[in-house]
């Protein structure tokens, strides 16, 4: 098998001259900043959060141990799905081990034979991916742009229609028009799937994006949302009506051949969703120091805790991306083919357990390295 060694290592210089390597390197030491994770809301060590994950492993053990329709369905997995609908005004919801295979999840249900998808062109790899494997045609409309989305949705007449975007986009950090969006949707009688994974937690006091737009619990409209970011556990979910739930149950194939989400993840899950309800404060904290940091970068402040700061190169953001690890702070790094739109950037996110002063000289260094006046 020597062959294959030599094409991984053709494929691995073609990358590095390209400047397009990815690694797993860890990158956290004891006293860096970190602001390139999604833990929005420092949940992810939070004792309360940890403690309710340790108390589901002593009760369920480490594993659901089975698919959800096999006997992985556990009280806790209810338990989950009711507080997720309380927090997001949805009348029910179906978790999944990840927010990737909900998406997948979603999509593929929802679409096949007689259907038709479109996809904003900004939408996350697992909504690409999930396109892929729906055996629907798709395509991708431009970006947050509703007047073509109208215009494709009227040449669609009569075809069954499943239009996904995200509330508050991953890379960029911008929102969409969820509101001008539901109601082409509704117009034409298509169906709206909005992927909340930066949204809830994070905008509408916690609640989403589309629990902010009044949207929640519509008839044309379903969420897609994950644990692991400002939740700070691990899982996915779809949230709509019970109707949309008993369709994922049985025809979901994520949700069929997957092991059910890990007890500790979901009860871990709840115990963040009750400080998000509890401590409006916390929240509120993203926007502060989403403020700040667009502020000191000399940047449009994005909608949620994501800011994103282009940078020339994919090399120049790699080489500034090592240059803040060395001084201990820890920025995300973008680069084709992960950004929609070619840029490479830097990406920061506001953390809301971080405390003002400590984002305030992170940033500076950030600002210093990317030749950012102050
Ligand atoms: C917009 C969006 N959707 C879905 C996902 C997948 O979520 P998870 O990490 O829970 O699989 C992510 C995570 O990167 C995301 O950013």
């Known amino acids: 098998m020597s062959g294959w060694n030599a094409w991984f290592d053709e494929r691995a210089t073609l990358r590095h001259a390209r400047g397009t390597e990815r690694t797993d390197a860890i990158l956290r030491q004891k006293h ?15 004792p309360r959060v940890v403690a309710a994950g340790v108390q589901a492993l002593r009760t369920y053990g480490a594993s659901a141990g089975a698919s959800r329709l096999v006997t992985g369905t556990l009280p806790v997995h209810h338990d989950l799905e009711a507080a997720l609908c309380q927090l997001t005004g949805n009348a029910a919801a179906l978790v999944f081990s990840s927010g990737y295979t909900a998406n997948i999840a979603a999509v593929t249900a929802l679409t096949g034979r007689g259907a038709h998808l479109l996809l904003d062109a900004h939408a996350h790899a697992s909504l690409h991916d999930a396109a892929r494997m729906c055996r629907s045609p798709y395509e991708l409309f431009a970006h947050n742009d509703v007047a073509a989305l109208d215009a494709r949705l009227a040449e669609l007449s009569g075809v069954r229609v499943l239009v996904a975007v995200e509330s508050v986009y991953s890379v960029l950090g911008d929102a969409a028009p969820l509101i001008e ?6 117009r034409h009688g298509a169906l709206l799937l909005v992927d909340e994974a930066h949204g809830i937690g994070v905008t509408g006091a916690g609640r989403g994006s589309v629990h902010a737009a009044g949207l929640a619990g519509g ?3 379903l969420v897609t949302a994950t644990l692991s970011k400002s939740l700070g556990a691990q899982g996915g979910a779809v949230l709509g009506s019970p109707q949309l739930r008993t369709h994922l149950v049985n025809a979901a194939r994520t949700f069929i051949f997957d092991t059910g989400l890990a ?5 871990a899950a709840i115990a963040a969703i009750d400080i998000v309800v509890d401590e409006p404060d916390r929240v509120a904290g993203i926007g502060l120091r989403a403020a ?4 000191a970068l000399h940047i449009e402040p994005s909608a949620g805790a994501v800011q994103s700061v282009p940078i020339s190169s994919p090399a120049a953001a790699v080489a500034a991306r090592d240059a803040l690890a060395a001084q201990g702070v820890l920025v995300g ?3 084709p083919p992960s950004v929609p739109d070619g840029v490479s950037r830097l990406r920061i996110t506001a953390r809301a357990d971080l405390p003002l002063g400590e ?11 990317t030749a950012v006046l102050l």
């Open 359 to 369: 984002v305030a000289r992170a940033i500076r260094s950030v600002a210093a390295q």
């Open 219 to 221: 008839d044309h409209l």
């Open 32 to 46: 860096s900043i970190d602001l390139a994770s999604n833990d929005y809301l420092g949940l992810a060590s939070d």
């Open 263 to 267: 007890p500790a993840a979901a009860a």
């Open 292 to 295: 700040l940091i667009a502020d």
């Open 333 to 335: 790094c973008f680069r």
């Open 181 to 186: 969006l539901a109601d082409v949707c509704r």
